[in-house]
């Protein structure tokens, strides 16, 4: 009996190892992400400008701070200008000099064709009288080289004329050089926008080496965010992205995808944080804000994009 027991039992454990190895095992799960969570940074939608100077120059005046909205053509700063102020002067004193100059020389003009059409009209007249036998030779000869002298002089005046008014055009010129080195002096806003710094001084001096300040234009605000490598393929241009303070709930702006960088590289954003040790490559994703946003260019936000939802 306890044989036949013993040999039930290696039975039913020999059964059951079976059934075990006949079931077949499960395939994993694949979860697809429903959203994804990246930090970024608030920019304008037309970049951050570096506004420069054309010219080396001591600071004469501020018109702007930080903070400042400009209109387009706007004066910001301006430089020391006195020394091209005098020469542009000077200049200008030259112009109206050679413009008396060639209001003289056509009034003498003028005079000299009056002159040579009555020295005409006189040599003509005792042309024919000598003709006739009335006049002599002599006075007919003499008023001939008083007409051929008149057209000479007449000649040599519109020679001077042109003389004039060429030296004028030089003259021109050379104010509108300087007027443009008056104008290199004085910095203007490129476009309408914001001064988002401004560590000039009134007295400083500039140079070309160095930007003088940084300049946002008025455009659209956007979040630039770097996305993972792992999860860049789930990626499309047109989903929906809310904007909110990194680290908490509290929504900032709601926007969407309007681009994807084409190829991955390394992290740069926020490349300051010592915390950040890993290695990995990313994707760089465009956010247009919707609505008149006040967030603060440059900073820090958390974009939670929606794989699900698209425009």
């Not at 000099?97 to 003289?104: P, W």
């Not at 004329?161 to 002096?185: G, H, W, Y």
């Not at 908490?248 to 390394?266: E, F, H, I, Q, R």
């Not at 609505?291 to 699900?308: P, Q, Y």
Request: glycine content about 4%; hydrophobic content about 40%.
């Amino acid at each position: 009996m306890k044989k036949l027991f013993a040999i039930l039992l290696v039975l039913i454990w020999s059964a059951g190892c079976k059934t075990k190895e006949e079931k077949p095992a499960a395939e994993p799960v694949k979860v697809e992400p429903v959203r994804i969570i990246a930090i970024g940074r608030v920019e304008p939608e037309v970049k951050v400008t570096a506004i420069g100077s054309e010219v080396n120059g001591l600071v004469k005046k501020l018109y702007v701070q930080a903070g400042d909205s400009v209109k387009k053509g706007q004066l910001l700063v301006e430089f020391s200008h006195d020394y091209e102020d005098a020469k542009l002067t000077q200049i200008n004193s030259k112009v109206a000099t050679q413009n008396a100059e060639i209001k003289n020389i056509q009034a003498q003009l003028t005079s000299a064709k009056i002159k040579s059409e009555n020295l005409k009209t006189k040599y003509e007249r005792l042309q024919k009288i000598f003709e006739q036998g009335a006049e002599t030779k002599q006075n007919a000869d003499n008023a001939k080289a008083d007409y051929d002298q008149a057209a000479k002089d007449i000649d040599r005046l519109n020679a001077a004329l042109q003389s004039a008014e060429s030296k004028l055009i030089e003259i021109n010129a050379d104010a509108k050089v300087t007027a443009v080195d008056v104008e290199r002096r004085k910095v203007k806003a490129p476009s309408d926008g914001i001064v988002l710094t401004m560590d000039l001084t009134e007295g400083s001096a500039a140079t070309t080496e160095k930007p003088l300040f940084d300049f946002a234009p008025n455009s659209a605000l956007t979040v630039l965010c770097e996305v993972d490598e792992l999860w860049v393929n789930n990626l499309k241009i047109g989903q929906k992205a809310t904007i909110r303070t990194q680290g908490t709930d509290d929504k900032l702006a709601d926007g969407v995808v309007v681009y994807l960088s084409p190829y991955l590289k390394k992290k740069s954003l926020f490349s300051d944080d010592s915390s950040n040790m890993e290695d990995r490559r990313v994707r760089e994703v465009r956010i247009l804000l919707s609505g008149n946003s006040s967030l603060l260019i440059n900073s820090r936000v958390e974009a939670v994009i929606d794989l699900v939802n698209s425009n």
